[in-house]
């Protein structure tokens, strides 16, 4: 019996140049290796993300059947349009203590735009990504199985891309009603789970793959039977220019200690999973792939040419220097078709 094929893309904002060029990497050589043009979702049973990592995800498993390379294409033109600087807004937001940094219009545009009047459930492979509603202070997961069950779940793509990257201080909170008059206001993913891959894991285990997807694949598999690519948005080596931060008050923290919070969150979820197939016949089968930011920052709404330029590189080189481990993700992707 085949393997189920998992992604899971980390949270980010910008930042999702890093995963963004890894997909395209991956879509590349697939097709390559299968001598035809392929697009990511036919070789991935399962796509879950969160935040930047929810609209890539999306944009993957949409029915417009969008490229990787359409993809990273639009993540490198378009990230200026979304965190586009107002000088009267930022004063009166008091660089974001008052109120949201930037404007969710552009945002809005640019996600009707790719995705119109699509909903969930029409996704070309399962896709989950995530959420938190403040009315309920409650965890979401939109998910487009259950999305095809039950209409009340079953939100346009637009308006989830939304909810799932309204990061605090940056955006406001998007308001979702669904058919039976439900409101949420939901924010940034990311509050809870910036890496989704043991949401992802936990997910995959409660999927009848065999019955939703293929006669080959396993219902409900367990670690043994799955192959988990987690994708990050880069990392560096700490926190040294937080230093001045030691003697500060709360509004000088605000903007880092969202990014300190979702790299704990992160490198936690990334330490129980290796635990979880390290105790498996298939501990090979979990790759975590997460590029040392060398030249990058790790802010997420940096969207200068100079920075997406750095991102675009430091996602390169660390291709450059994991080809072995990527190629190997390649024909296990292949092989699990």
């Known amino acids: 019996m085949k393997k189920v094929r998992i992604l899971s893309i980390d949270g980010g904002g910008v930042k999702g140049v890093i995963p963004a060029v ?3 990497y991956l879509e590349s050589e697939i097709s390559k290796k299968v001598n035809r043009k392929v697009f990511l979702h036919e070789y991935f049973d399962f796509i879950v993300g969160t935040s930047t990592g929810g609209i890539l995800g999306a944009l993957y498993t949409s029915p417009k059947y969008h490229s990787a390379q359409e993809v990273l294409e639009l993540y490198k033109n378009c990230a200026d349009k979304i965190f586009k600087k107002n000088i009267i807004r930022r004063i009166s937001s008091f660089g974001g203590i008052l109120r949201p940094r930037y404007s969710t219009k552009a945002l809005e545009e640019l996600a009707n735009s790719l995705f119109g009047d699509i909903h969930l459930s029409q996704t070309l492979k399962p896709f989950m990504t995530t959420s938190y509603d403040l009315i309920r202070a409650k965890e979401i997961f939109f998910d487009s199985i259950n999305a095809k069950k039950k209409p009340i779940k079953n939100f346009k793509l637009k308006d989830i891309v939304i909810a799932t990257s309204s990061a605090p201080v940056y955006f406001n909170a998007k308001k979702l009603i669904s058919l039976n008059n439900d409101i949420y206001n939901c924010i940034d993913g990311g509050i809870f789970a910036n890496n989704p891959a043991l949401i992802a894991y936990a997910e ?3 999927i009848n793959f065999k019955k939703n997807l293929d006669f080959n694949k396993p219902s409900f598999p367990e670690a043994d039977y799955m192959i988990l690519v987690s994708i990050g948005t880069g990392k560096k080596d700490g926190y040294k220019s937080y230093e001045h931060l030691k003697t500060k008050g709360g509004a000088k923290w605000i903007i880092p200690i969202i990014d300190i919070l979702f790299s704990a ?4 979820d990334n330490f129980i999973l290796k635990k979880i197939f390290d105790s498996s016949k298939n501990k090979w089968n979990y790759y975590r792939l997460n590029p040392r930011l060398y030249k990058s ?3 997420l709404d940096n969207k200068s040419k100079e ?3 750095n991102l675009f590189s430091d996602a390169q080189e ?5 080809k072995d481990k990527l190629d190997d993700i390649v024909l296990q992707l292949i092989e699990n078709h």
């Open 22 to 24: 890894i997909c395209e």
């Open 204 to 206: 995959a285990r409660n």
């Open 265 to 268: 969150q992160s490198n936690t």
């Open 297 to 299: 920052s790790l802010d």
């Open 307 to 309: 920075n997406i330029q």
């Open 318 to 322: 660390f291709i450059k220097s994991n």
